[in-house]
């Protein structure tokens, strides 16, 4: 991939674009949502059957990045608003996954053919050991026209054909490390890109769900001020986002070696 294709795709990326807005009839509706729930006493279900009167179970959820058992309330809204910001997050992922997809694959190639590289080298290096440095003792085989020649002319060829296959084995190893090097130039250079993709995607996600966090925290603003039982609600109710997208908890693809 040439480095003007690089550079534009980085830019791309990180021109994505700013914080999620938050339009005037998103706020109506929250504010709707809001004051509809006060006079149902919706959150009043979230009382403990000895403490007020009894209704269904508050709702509970947990967090999918860390499979966490923590029961969180919280109302159909919030409900909804932490689904919407999961999608959204999810989304990114998608994204993410498909613009990064010949990159991966490049650098599974760039991967491979490190490996390869690697292994060849040992094994030429187990190759070089084996021939050693000195000749082996005994009497030299006779070849074609040596019938007659002196013992020192058969050693003397000996040890040429010993000395080319000592250089030929190194050239061989030399040319293995420069093509390790290269792959794992390429590699570092893909990973580099991909890496540079995930934290866009988990920059994104950050602005999601600074949007459904402000959503929410409009919406139990307006709850707890219109509800006839403001100061317990306010203190069960909470702007948290628990509906993270599970692949904020996972390692980076980049550092592991795929997605």
């Not at 009839?25 to 009167?53: N, T």
């Not at 947990?62 to 910001?85: C, D, H, K, Y």
């Amino acid at each position: 991939m040439a480095n003007n294709s690089i550079a534009r795709r980085t830019k791309r990326w990180a021109g994505r674009g700013g914080a999620i807005r938050y339009r005037w009839y998103e706020r109506v509706s929250d504010w709707w949502c809001a004051s509809r729930d006060a006079r149902s006493s919706v959150p009043a279900a979230s009382m403990s059957a000895g403490e007020g009167p009894a209704g269904p179970p508050p709702v509970a959820m947990t967090m999918p990045a860390n499979r966490s058992a923590e029961r969180v309330w919280g109302t159909p809204r919030t409900i909804f608003l932490g689904q919407l910001g999961r999608g959204r997050a999810e989304r990114e992922w998608i994204c993410y996954q498909a613009e990064t997809a010949d990159l991966q694959v490049a650098r599974a190639q760039a991967a491979a053919q490190r490996d390869v590289a690697r292994s060849r080298v040992t094994a030429v290096q187990e190759q070089l050991k084996s021939l050693g440095e000195q000749l082996p003792e005994g009497r030299p085989a006779v070849a074609a026209g040596e019938e007659n020649a002196d013992e020192s002319v058969r050693a003397g060829r000996r040890q040429r054909e010993h000395t080319t296959r000592q250089q030929a084995l190194q050239a061989e190893i030399q040319e293995g490390r420069n093509a390790t090097e290269e792959a794992e130039v390429e590699f570092a250079r893909l990973d580099e890109q991909i890496r540079i993709r995930r934290e866009v995607a988990e920059i994104q996600v950050a602005m999601i769900e600074a949007y459904v966090r402000r959503r929410c925290s409009a919406y139990l603003t307006r709850l707890v001020r219109k509800h006839p039982d403001s100061e317990r609600i306010g203190s069960l109710l909470r702007s948290g986002w628990t509906e993270q997208p599970s692949w904020l908890g996972h390692p980076s693809v980049a550092h592991s070696g795929g997605a």
